[in-house]
């Protein structure tokens, strides 16, 4: 399978762990995003990087919420002391800045459950 | 900022029959992409039609058709001849044409269901 890959699907945590989610996005794409999709809503945009650099992060990343793409190849999104307020689906795409109308291709979510 | 409205949570159509799904955003730009995408139940999005805001002819792929009013700000999607495998969460989403590829902007959604 070369699409977009999550990793875990889901994920169930006590309030105040960290959790890391890992994307690994279709290999030779260059831009790799991250969004948050709660239930019943729209995703919503939290990060994105052109290769290892990030390019811009939206004020729904929170100072506990840091992503990286060290080899501009796969991302990890982490949160620190997750709160219940955190549980949504976390949404990973990848594009490449080459291709025409440059589509986002998204892998299957990390579903994330705060108790 | 840009926003996407999708006024309808939820639609239901007839096997067979046509649906219409609408999408309103605003945006002050001239040059931009909107998409539908469909979100099949506990599977990942996929792309179902694009419009770039520079044509004027509504794209258009097999059963998957779009109205697009740039005047108006109206990005309507037509599904002829439903199949049960139609049924997902649809989203509009808007993306600004600039500089490489920019983070896509979606509405909340709207949840077709297909009757057999």
């Known amino acids: 399978d070369t699409g977009v890959s999550q990793d875990p699907r889901h994920k169930i945590t006590k309030r105040g762990q960290n959790v890391t989610f890992r994307c690994d996005p279709i290999?030779?794409?260059?831009?790799l995003y991250w969004y948050r999709q709660t239930l019943g809503q729209g995703p919503e945009f939290l990060t994105y990087?052109?290769?290892?650099?990030?390019?811009?992060k939206s004020r729904l990343l929170s100072d506990r919420f840091s992503a990286e793409r060290p080899k501009g190849s796969f991302s990890t999104l982490e949160i620190q002391r997750t709160e219940q307020g955190d549980s949504a689906m976390y949404l990973c795409?990848?594009?490449?800045?080459?291709?025409?109308?440059?589509?986002?291709?998204f892998g299957p979510g990390t579903r994330l459950t705060v108790l | 900022a840009q926003t996407v409205t999708q006024s309808q949570p939820e639609m239901s159509v007839q096997e067979a029959e046509t649906v219409t799904l609408s999408c309103t955003y605003d945006?002050?730009?001239?040059?931009?992409?909107l998409f539908w995408y469909k979100q099949p139940p506990s599977r990942q999005m996929i792309l179902v039609i694009r419009?770039?805001?520079?044509?004027?002819q509504n794209a258009t792929e097999n059963r998957f058709s779009v109205n697009f009013q740039k005047a108006a700000k109206s990005f309507s999607l037509k599904i002829s001849d439903s199949q049960l495998g139609d049924a997902a969460m649809y989203f509009c989403?808007?993306?600004?044409?600039?500089?490489?590829?920019?983070?896509?902007?979606f509405g909340k959604g709207t949840r077709l269901s297909v009757i057999a």
């Open positions: 795409a990848s594009s490449s800045v080459a291709e025409g109308l440059r589509e986002q291709f």
């Open positions: 290999s030779e794409h260059n831009r």
């Open positions: 990087f052109q290769n290892e650099a990030q390019l811009e």
């Open positions: 945006t002050s730009e001239s040059d931009y992409y």
């Open positions: 419009q770039e805001a520079y044509k004027q």
């Open positions: 989403a808007y993306r600004t044409q600039n500089s490489g590829n920019t983070p896509l902007v």
